[in-house]
């Protein structure tokens, strides 16, 4: 058994749990919530970096980031299920990819600098800066990727994890301006169940 540490809040886990789900191998993956601020967690000794997600092997080997982990499972289950192997179709899938978790990583940047700041030693600037990320990353995705009907990669995957987490974490402010998006999501929820499965709770 697979096991994977992260928390259901984590949209990066989410991406990994979808993944799994659309490659057939949520049944080899036991998931476990790990406490990233918790210093006596085994997450610290599985992951230097303390975060999720983080995949422990049946060897006890661990596999690191999100990204490291979907390309490990997608290889074990045959290879090119949510990663194309070759050509322009696999370069689309991960700059859609790297895209999608750069909103995520700015919009978590934004979420701790609030969670873990006191009032007053915040930084207006710097969270500009972060909404600014996710501002402009949603513009593009609503310019070009909100086709809905399309290939279903771990583009897609990732770009449907960072919309639910502005869902949960901004309450769905994105969506009066995007609507093209909007009804991207729609297809794909209604497409790939494993989204609704893995729901963070409100
Ligand atoms: N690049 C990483 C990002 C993972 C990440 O930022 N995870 C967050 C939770 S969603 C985390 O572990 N935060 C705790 C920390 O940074 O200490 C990935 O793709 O897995």
Same mark, same amino acid.
């Given at each position: 058994m697979l096991v994977l540490r992260s928390s259901p809040a984590s949209p990066f886990g989410r991406k990994v749990k979808i993944a799994a789900a659309l490659l057939g191998l949520s049944d080899r993956i036991e998931v476990t919530v790990a406490d990233t601020l918790d210093p006596n967690e085994p997450l610290r000794r599985q992951n230097?970096?303390?975060?999720i997600p983080t995949l422990v092997l049946e060897s006890g080997e661990t596999l690191f980031d999100s990204r490291v982990i979907v390309d490990y499972l997608d290889a074990l289950a045959g290879g090119g299920g949510v990663i194309p192997t070759s050509g322009e179709a696999r370069f689309k899938a991960l700059r859609l990819q790297a895209l999608a978790d750069g909103l995520m990583d700015a919009a978590l940047m934004g979420v701790y600098e609030t969670r873990f700041r006191p009032e007053g030693m915040r930084v207006?600037?710097? *969270?500009?800066?972060?909404?600014g990320k996710v501002e402009r990353a949603l513009a593009a995705l609503e310019a070009d990727h909100a086709t809905p009907g399309g290939p279903i990669t771990i583009g897609e995957i990732a770009v449907a994890c960072a919309l639910g987490y502005l869902d949960l974490r901004f309450a769905g402010r994105w969506r009066e301006a995007h609507p093209r998006l909007v009804?991207? *999501?729609?297809?794909?929820?209604a497409r790939v169940p494993a989204f609704d499965k893995t729901r963070p709770p409100a």
């Open positions: 230097p970096l303390g975060k207006p600037a710097w *969270l500009d800066h972060q909404a009804a991207w *999501l729609q297809d794909f929820e």
